[in-house]
């Protein structure tokens, strides 16, 4: 079964810093998401990737998938207060039709 | 956009209480919704597949009987936990597809289930 494996687990960053958090699949992404949690609370859709070497933006968040597609990478640059939380990467690899998930990363920022 | 609710957002209940919770589709038909649940610092687990008018597809290690889903319209899924117990405390998310072209997945905004 298909695994996707998240890092870092967390991070702390100080604000205004670049971040990057990585998601690798176990198997060929067909279909990567990234989504938003804050904790007690429900899954932000941010974006979608489905083509290798596509690359989304959302504001300051962009994420991109590689060509082999069994990698994506979430960038926030000049990350925010705001930015802070669990970021979730799904992929459509589950049985029934559903998404399977990465552990998060949660992002700490410091003002 | 599309949106999915999900009610009630935090519940807490004695031992041995059975709680239900709702998923909606307000503004889209969901002929499949999907339960998940999410412990602290792991993923979230699929607990079971809904079909509307169908028995509900459960996962591996996850109780039938426990953890009974309701799928008796496009719109609605419900999830009620018979019998809680402590262990059964976790945050549920319920999501919804989107059959429509650019067939998206919609996330409910979970509940937080206690049990004492």
């Known amino acids: 079964s298909q695994e996707l494996e998240q890092s870092p687990q967390s991070l702390i960053v100080q604000e205004g810093k670049n971040l990057t958090i990585n998601c690798t699949s176990s198997k060929t992404l067909y279909g990567l998401y990234w989504y938003k949690q804050k904790y007690g609370e429900g899954l932000i859709f941010l974006m979608m990737?489905?083509?290798?070497?596509e690359e989304k933006s959302h504001e300051k968040i962009t994420a991109k998938l590689d060509e082999k597609k069994q990698q994506s990478s979430l960038h926030i640059t000049a990350s925010q207060p705001s930015h802070a939380g669990i970021y979730l990467c799904?992929?459509?690899?589950?049985?029934?039709?559903?998404?399977?998930f990465g552990k998060g990363t949660k992002l700490s920022v410091k003002p | 956009g599309a949106v999915v609710s999900q009610h009630p957002s935090r519940v807490i209940c004695k031992s041995g209480t059975s709680v239900k919770i709702e998923c909606r589709s307000l503004?889209?038909?969901?002929?499949?919704m999907f339960w998940y649940r999410q412990f602290p610092k792991k993923s979230l687990m699929l607990m079971a597949t809904?079909?509307?008018?169908?028995?509900?597809?459960?996962e591996q290690g996850v109780e039938k009987d426990k953890f009974l889903i309701n799928h008796a319209s496009l719109t609605l899924s419900t999830l009620t936990v018979t019998s809680a117990h402590p262990e059964d405390s976790s945050f549920y998310i319920c999501?919804?597809?989107?059959?429509?072209?650019?067939?998206?997945?919609?996330f409910g905004s979970g509940t937080q289930l206690s049990v004492l």
């Open positions: 809904s079909n509307e008018g169908s028995k509900a597809t459960y």
């Open positions: 990737l489905q083509k290798g070497g």
């Open positions: 999501s919804a597809r989107d059959p429509t072209p650019g067939e998206k997945l919609f």
């Open positions: 503004d889209f038909q969901a002929t499949t």
């Open positions: 799904g992929a459509g690899g589950g049985s029934q039709g559903n998404l399977i």
